[in-house]
């Protein structure tokens, strides 16, 4: 149990588009959805956190207007990555938890590996 | 601020035993992670404690001190696909989880 899926798994783009990358809790209510980003050889970086129904929070520095996240239903949440560049090259993990907070376990998704050429 | 050290990397021989060891600086406490990621993949949960003590789950076990601010993940018996990094990672009081670095195991036959 505790699945967690992302699509699609790699993704290469243009400069100026956008991504989509969706995270899908299999077998059971995800009430949060948690999005990262991992940079090589670095720890991961929470970009925000999203509860089903209500807007994302994000952390300090990221870009609300760039990252676009929408947590619709308890079992999907996305990530848009709007006008892309080069540095938003990076692997992009989800988690999902049953729970409200990040008290209760995370179940991460296998990652997306966006290049931006 | 909020700080969680581990060591950057490890060696250790197959059949060995590793500790691995995490001390933490949070504002509060409400629960320390071990996760193990392999290269290119995400992360996957290893342990949590939340009281003083040792935890054990087959090969490996976790042991917490929050008077001390310390954690460790202990491996026995290594397979070389432990090869690996490992990731401490603490709820603060907010019910933040605060990330370390993580710690690169390399195992060597």
């Known amino acids: 149990g505790a699945v967690v899926s992302q699509h699609p798994s790699r993704v290469i783009c243009k400069s100026g588009t956008s991504v989509k990358i969706e995270c899908r809790s299999l077998d059971f209510q995800a009430t949060t959805m948690f999005w990262y980003r991992q940079f090589p050889k670095q720890s991961l970086m929470l970009m925000a956190t999203?509860?089903?129904?209500?807007?994302?929070?994000?952390e300090q520095g990221v870009e609300k207007d760039k990252f676009l996240i929408n947590h619709a239903s308890l079992t999907l949440s996305t990530l848009t990555v709007t006008s892309a560049h080069p540095e938003d090259s990076s692997f992009y993990i989800c988690?999902?938890?049953?729970?409200?907070?990040?008290?209760?376990?995370?179940?991460f998704g296998p990652g997306t590996r966006l290049t931006v050429l | 601020g909020q700080n969680i050290d581990q060591p950057t990397e490890m060696t250790a021989t197959e059949g060995a035993i590793v500790q691995i060891n995490c001390t933490y600086q949070?504002?509060?406490?409400?629960?320390l992670f071990w996760y193990q990621q392999h290269a290119g993949e995400a992360p996957t949960f290893l342990s949590y404690n939340v009281l003083d003590g040792l935890e054990e789950k087959g090969r490996f076990s976790s042991f917490l001190s929050r008077s001390k601010g310390y954690s460790y993940l202990l491996l026995k018996e290594l397979q070389m696909k432990d090869s690996a990094s490992y990731l401490c990672?603490?709820?603060?009081?907010?019910?933040?989880?605060?990330w370390g670095a993580g710690t690169k195991l390399i195992i060597k036959p």
């Open positions: 999203s509860n089903e129904g209500s807007k994302a929070t994000y």
């Open positions: 988690s999902a938890s049953s729970g409200t907070n990040s008290y209760n376990e995370q179940f």
């Open positions: 949070t504002s509060g406490f409400n629960g």
């Open positions: 990672a603490v709820t603060d009081s907010n019910y933040q989880l605060i």
